[in-house]
């Protein structure tokens, strides 16, 4: 179990922990607010404007610095959603091969690509549009919710010259971020399309929300050619230009990112820049020389001193209170945190006497609680699976004996049982597979000997009015299947869909692997049925006894409902059924028992 001591962390007064929040809170404002007042009055002031002005522009250097970052994080989740859809196998197959497809084909792409689209737009809220442009910058799929212009998109990807690229756009009377990169094949050296995600320009708030850096001062990103990303001008709209002539001094070298004295709004300012290489931003904070002025004046001076008097005489006190607090509170949130992703093995000590001890303590009492109904809930629901599965095992297996026992011993009335002895051969093998092995996973290769048993069976009963083929890729015969899956579809195929319009009826069995799956077919030129009539039935169970219905319940008691179960029938035709199950190279159910 992983437990967090909390009271063993170094807490120097630990009558501090004994006291109440409301107190400790009550003793820090209280020495907050008198200690600044005591020592102001013996302080005087010396301070020159040059002086505020090297410390507002260090200042801010340093939170441009900060902002930078904040774009830099903000920029790298939407490269980082555009690097995940470009190694995508979906994306490269179905870019290099967009051109050959057909209309069917390319709408299977789509559907595959707004599966993988949604995904990452529903992580990230703030994409707007994904674009998937071919080498010659057609857009070939889009996900959103906007119309823009194909031509404009054109032009951008062309502006990116086979690199990365961030631009802000207005089309259409909405703003966008828009990055583009090319994509290339897996071994990085065929560019074979190009990706555009375009993102809401209210993403970028987070990146200087909440900075108030006074009257009259602003942020502003701008992008490689000037236009505003993002800005705390009211009077500036995003994705139009915001001062050329200021953007290109921007861009020249200096000893120092500060500009001084430039006009804004017909305000005289000093301007402060930062680069983001990696995006090609250009941040600008605009600080007007009127705010700066006013930070002069002696009585601001003199409550600035004093606060900040306060301020490092409280921090000396606050500190410990501080920690009294603060170290409990973020072992409780940590272990709450991992709680909250259904990690329960959690266990706080701390035998503090307030309210975070005791919380604490609470916590700890009910993330055990949790752990003994996880592990009961769990025992429980194995042997409810158990049971399900062995009932219906137990449901097919009578029905399946009685028909076979049924067909021999009308074969021996009718033909003096000359063929019984192959039926009993192979009936002997099916009893075996079925009543001793309990196993509920064989391998594919022993349910075919199972199906070839039962066919053989009969054929004693129907001749040769049948043929069984068989289309079954080498690797799957050592995977493990669901015991008994084919023959009760093969049952129903042969003595329910027998079609006397033909000469011959034929079974075909095809089993292939398709990704991480094993996709089964079964189809037969019998004489069908109405597939919407089987699912008015209120009991299904009455189409061909157990079968379809007991294999439909059976994958979904063993895999989930996630799996492809259909079933398509023409009167007259035949039907096919479809079932995809996992693709297993060990029996799970020993994997279970092993656990």
């Known amino acids: 179990m992983e437990i967090n001591r909390i009271s063993g962390n170094p807490i120097k007064n630990n009558l501090i922990r004994n006291l109440p929040l409301s107190s400790r809170l009550l003793y820090s404002f209280i020495l907050m607010a008198i200690l600044p007042l005591i020592i102001s009055a013996g302080i005087s002031y010396y301070v020159s404007n040059n002086a505020i002005e ?3 522009s260090d200042y801010s250097v340093q939170t441009m610095k900060a902002v930078n970052q904040l774009i830099d994080y903000e920029c790298n989740k939407y490269e980082r959603v555009a690097d995940l859809i470009l190694i995508n196998k979906q994306v ?8 050959k497809m057909n209309y069917i084909q390319k709408n299977e792409f789509v559907a595959e690509m707004n599966q993988v689209m949604s995904n990452y737009m529903s992580n990230q809220p703030d994409i707007m549009q ?13 996900q959103g919710w906007f119309y823009f212009s194909p031509d404009k998109l054109k032009e951008i990807i062309q502006k990116s010259k086979d690199g990365k690229n961030w631009l802000s756009i207005t089309e259409a009377k909405m703003n966008y971020v828009i990055y583009t990169k090319p994509i290339t094949d897996r071994n990085r050296e065929n560019i074979i399309g190009y990706i555009s995600i375009h993102i809401n320009p209210d993403a970028f708030n987070n990146c200087f929300s909440n900075m108030n850096l006074g009257e009259d001062s602003n942020l502003t990103i701008l992008d490689a050619e000037g236009n505003i990303i993002q800005t705390q001008e009211t009077d500036a709209k995003v994705g139009n230009p915001l001062d050329m002539d200021l953007f290109s001094l921007c861009q020249q070298k200096r000893k120092k990112p500060i500009i001084t004295n430039y006009k804004v709004s017909n305000k005289k300012s000093i301007v402060i820049y930062a680069h983001v290489k990696e995006q090609n931003f250009t941040t600008m904070l605009i600080i007007s020389n009127k705010y700066l002025r006013s930070v002069n004046k002696p009585i601001t001076i003199a409550t600035l001193i004093c606060i900040i008097s306060g301020i490092f005489c409280a921090i000396m006190v606050y500190r410990q209170m501080w920690k009294s607090i603060k170290i409990p509170l973020e072992g409780l949130v940590e272990a709450v945190g991992k709680a909250a992703d259904n990690n329960f093995n959690q266990f706080i000590v701390d035998d503090s006497k307030d309210e975070l001890g005791y ?6 009492q009910v993330t055990k609680k949790m752990q003994e109904l996880i592990i009961d809930n769990k025992k429980e629901q194995g042997k409810k699976r158990e049971l399900e599965l062995n009932m219906l095992q137990a449901q097919i297996n009578p029905h399946f004996l009685f028909n076979t026992l049924n067909s021999l011993r009308f074969t ?32 594919v290769e022993k349910e075919i000997e199972n199906v070839k048993s039962y066919i053989e069976i009969q054929k004693i009963r129907y001749g040769d009015i049948f043929t069984v083929d068989y289309e079954i890729e080498e690797e799957l015969f050592q995977s493990y299947v669901i015991k008994f899956l084919l ?3 093969v049952e129903n195929a042969i003595i329910h869909g027998m079609n006397e319009a033909v000469t011959t009826n034929n079974i075909l069995i095809e089993m292939k692997r398709v990704g991480e799956n094993i996709r089964l077919i079964i189809q037969d030129n019998g004489k069908g049925f109405d597939v919407e009539e089987l699912e008015k039935k209120e009991n299904k169970k009455s189409f061909s006894g157990f079968a379809i219905y007991n294999v439909k319940e059976r994958i979904k ?8 179960f259909e079933i398509e029938s023409k009167i007259g035709e035949g039907t096919t059924v479809r079932i995809e199950f996992p693709y297993l190279t060990e029996n799970i159910e020993e994997e279970k028992m092993g656990e």
């Open 412 to 443: 021996a009335m009718m033909s003096g049982a000359g063929n019984v002895s192959n039926g009993l051969a192979a009936l002997s093998t099916l009893l075996s597979n079925t009543i001793i092995d309990k196993h509920q996973f064989i391998t």
């Open 359 to 364: 919380l604490g303590r609470t916590f700890s």
């Open 557 to 564: 008691l063993c895999f989930g409902k996630d799996y492809l």
């Open 487 to 489: 023959q009760p579809i």
């Open 54 to 56: 090297n410390k507002v």
């Open 92 to 99: 490269q197959k179905g870019m290099k091969q967009f051109v």
């Open 130 to 142: 994904i674009y998937l442009l071919d080498v010659d910058h057609t857009p070939i799929y889009d």
